[in-house]
Structure formats: structure tokens, C-alpha cells
């Protein structure tokens, strides 16, 4: 019988798993940030205290899963945050937030500098950066 595949597997183990066939070469985040921003726009926070509560909630949440489940000790300034600026092509994605979450929420992009990942407190803009990550 075979094995269920584990949920989450690294991009390592596709490639050997497939022999670098059909697994897409990992994105730089830098590349993905650049791509998003040339796509929809970004602008850079500079000062964590201009993130709404849901973003700064989103911060804790990630930074409490980067410690092991314990709870991060001080403030961790690892985050560089991007909020999604609103217009045409990203309305898609303020609605898809908007409707589970509240109108006056911001729409983010995270990226925590010392694992290099990316993330978002929209799970449809989350989504497209894991597909633009490869």
C-alpha cells in the first residue's frame, strides 16, 4: 500500500524525489518582492507602529512559530512589512481580506529576514507568493 505523502515537503526532497524534471528551480524572495511590487505595488513600512492590529498580530503569530511554539521574548525586528497598495489589480485581494476580516484592515506582505520567507495575512495573496516562489 502506498504512503500517504507528507503535508508539507521541502523543495530538496521534490527535486531528488523527481530528478529535477518537473520541480521548478526556487525564486529568490528578493525576486518574488520585486515581481509583486513591479506587478501590483508595494510600499515599505518603515515604522511598525502604521500596521494595523491585524498586521501586527500576523507578525506575532509567525515570530511565535519561528521560536518553537514559545513565546518570542522583546520585539524581533527581523520582519521587513509591505503593505499591498489598493488599486485594480489588487482589489481581488483586499476583497477576498476585506470579507473574512473586516473593511478597515490593510492588506500586508511579510518578509522575515532571517529565514527568508514571505508571507501575507491574505491567504489568497499567500498563496500566489508560494507559486511565484516556486
Partial sequence: MKKDMPYEISHEQLEKRYNNKI????NRSIDVLEGVNSEYGLTLIENFNE???????RIKEFSYLLNDG???QGKDYSFKVY???KNL??????HYYHERFGKDLNVYVYH???????FSNCDLLDLKLVV???
Avoid at 89 to 94: A, D, E, I, V
Fill in 70 to 72: 514559545k513565546e518570542p
Fill in 51 to 57: 500596521i494595523d492590529y491585524a498586521g501586527q498580530s
Fill in 132 to 134: 511565484l516562489g516556486g
Fill in 89 to 94: 489589480l489588487t482589489k481581488k485581494y483586499y
Fill in 83 to 85: 503593505k499591498l497598495k
Fill in 112 to 118: 522575515e529576514l532571517k529565514t527568508d520567507k514571505l
Fill in 23 to 26: 520541480i521548478r528551480k526556487k
